[in-house]
T-cell receptor, first 115, second 111 residues
Framework: DAGVIQSPRHEVTEMGQEVTLRCKPISGHDYLFWYRQTMMRGLELLIYFNNNVPIDDSGMPEDRFSAKMPNASFSTLKIQPSEPRDSAVYFC???FGTGRTGELFFGEGSRLTVL | SQQGEEDPQALSIQEGENATMNCSYKTSINNLQWYRQNSGRGLVHLILIRSNEREKHSGRLRVTLDTSKKSSSLLITASRAADTASYFCATDKSGTYKYIFGTGTRLKVLA
C-alpha cells in the first residue's frame, strides 16, 4: 500500500486566495483526520470523519475552513479566503476504527505559506 | 483542552544513553500512543498502550502508563543518532476516537 497521500506537498499563495488540500487515505481505513501543525500551537486536530461522515469539527478555526469527504478514498480541506496566520503544515491521517490497532497513519503533510 | 503536556520539551543525550520522556493528560482515555516525527516528515506510530495495561515493550522502547496519575513515560534504551527526532504522545478521550497530541519532546542524540 502506498500509504496516506497528500497533495500538494508545498503551496505558496497570497492572502485572500482559495487553498485546497487533498488527501487519499489508506484503502480500507474508516477514519480520517486532519491536523494542523505550527511551532506556536503544536499539532491541532481540526476535524475527523468516520465512514465519510464528519464526527467532530470543533477544531476547525473558523468559517473560512471547510472539509469534505465525498467518498472513502478522498478528502479535501479548503481555506477560503486564506490569511497569513493559516501558514502551517497540514497533515492528513487515516486509521481503522477502535477494536483494531487504533494506529494513525500520517501523510507527509502539505506545507502552506500564505503571504 | 485535553491536550497532553510532555516534558522535557527538549532533551540532548550521548549515543548509548537512555532517553526518558513523559506525557501527562487530563481526561479518561481508551488508549495512549507514542509517535515519532523526523524533521519535515509525517508522524510515525511507535507503540500503543491500552488503559488497562501498565507497561509495554517493543524493541528498545518501553512505555508505562499510570491512569491514576494520568501520565505515561517513554523510555528509549541504548539510544542511537538515528533516534534524533520529536516524540509525541496521543490520547483518545473515552467514548470517542478523537486523538489529541501532546506538545512533544525534541530528542537529540549526539554521536
Amino acid at each position: 500500500d502506498a500509504g496516506v497521500i497528500q497533495s500538494p506537498r508545498h503551496e505558496v499563495t497570497e492572502m485572500g486566495q482559495e487553498v485546497t488540500l487533498r488527501c487519499k487515505p489508506i484503502s480500507g481505513h474508516d477514519y480520517l483526520f486532519w491536523y494542523r501543525q505550527t511551532m506556536m500551537r503544536g499539532l491541532e486536530l481540526l476535524i475527523y470523519f468516520n465512514n465519510n461522515v464528519p464526527i467532530d469539527d470543533s477544531g476547525m478555526p473558523e468559517d473560512r475552513f471547510s472539509a469534505k469527504m465525498p467518498n472513502a478514498s478522498f478528502s479535501t480541506l479548503k481555506i477560503q479566503p486564506s490569511e497569513p496566520r493559516d501558514s502551517a503544515v497540514y497533515f492528513c491521517a487515516s486509521s481503522f476504527g477502535t477494536g483494531r490497532t487504533g494506529e494513525l497513519f500520517f501523510g507527509e503533510g502539505s506545507r502552506l505559506t500564505v503571504l | 483542552s485535553q491536550q497532553g503536556e510532555e516534558d522535557p520539551q527538549a532533551l540532548s543525550i550521548q549515543e548509548g544513553e537512555n532517553a526518558t520522556m513523559n506525557c501527562s493528560y487530563k481526561t479518561s482515555i481508551n488508549n495512549l500512543q507514542w509517535y515519532r516525527q523526523n524533521s519535515g516528515r509525517g508522524l510515525v506510530h511507535l507503540i500503543l498502550i491500552r488503559s488497562n495495561e501498565r507497561e509495554k515493550h517493543s524493541g528498545r522502547l518501553r512505555v508505562t502508563l499510570d491512569t491514576s496519575k494520568k501520565s505515561s513515560s517513554l523510555l528509549i534504551t541504548a539510544s542511537r543518532a538515528a533516534d534524533t527526532a520529536s516524540y509525541f504522545c496521543a490520547t483518545d478521550k473515552s467514548g470517542t476516537y478523537k486523538y489529541i497530541f501532546g506538545t512533544g519532546t525534541r530528542l537529540k542524540v549526539l554521536a
